[in-house]
Structures are given as structure tokens and as C-alpha cells.
């Protein structure tokens, strides 16, 4: 069974910087493209980057420039790293793989920027 759990959400200032990690199990890491995505309260789930199995990265343009979407393929990690933080990008953070539609998705970190 897939298992994706996230960790390295919080509390931070506008300005700052948070490395979101998550860590997948029960599948082949690295033949997977991953993604992360956020979403909001009363708002569908955004796309915020994509990493393929070469590495090949697409970002969603609000965040581009900002933040950088990375892999470990030999601990099965998938991370976020997180710049020039704004009020806006606070969401909840989720990890996928397979796809907004039929992918796995793990639980969720929450991500706060306080202006």
C-alpha cells in the first residue's frame, strides 16, 4: 500500500523559508513522478510543482522563482523548498503521486506565513 507522509509544514514570516519533506513507502520511488500541491479553505486543490522520474521540474506560476521541488530517490523522498515566503501561500501542503485524480496523496502539512 502507497504511504506518503509529509513533515516540515508551520508557522513563518513573510520573507522566510520552510523545506516541506515527504516520505513515500510501498511503491517504487523512483520510477514515480511526484508532485505537490495546496489547497485552501472553500478552494480546490492546487498544482504547485511537479518532478518527474529524469527530474524534469514544472512550477505553478505563483510560485516560480520561489520555490524548488527536489528528490532523493535513495531515501524515497520527495522535497519543497520554500523561499521568499508570502501571506498567500499559506495552505495546507500535500504530497501525490500519480496524479490529482487517481494518485495517492498523503495527509497534509500546514503551511502559515504571518505578514
Known amino acids: 500500500q502507497v504511504q506518503l507522509v509529509e513533515s516540515g509544514g508551520g508557522l513563518v514570516q513573510a520573507g522566510g523559508s520552510l523545506r516541506l519533506s515527504c516520505v513515500a513507502s510501498?511503491?517504487?520511488?523512483?520510477?514515480?513522478?511526484m508532485g505537490w500541491y495546496r489547497q485552501t479553505p472553500g478552494k480546490q486543490r492546487e498544482l504547485v510543482a511537479t518532478?518527474?522520474?529524469?527530474?524534469?521540474?514544472d512550477y505553478a506560476d505563483s510560485v516560480k522563482g520561489r520555490f524548488t521541488i527536489s528528490r532523493d530517490n535513495a531515501k524515497n523522498t520527495v522535497y519543497l523548498q520554500m523561499n521568499s515566503l508570502k501571506p498567500e501561500d499559506t495552505a495546507v501542503y500535500y504530497c501525490?503521486?500519480?496524479?490529482?485524480?487517481?494518485?495517492?496523496w498523503g495527509q497534509g502539512t500546514q503551511v502559515t506565513v504571518s505578514s
Open positions: 501525490n503521486t500519480g496524479g490529482a485524480k487517481r494518485g495517492y
Open positions: 510501498g511503491m517504487i520511488f523512483s520510477i514515480n513522478a
Open positions: 518532478i518527474t522520474i529524469p527530474g524534469s521540474t
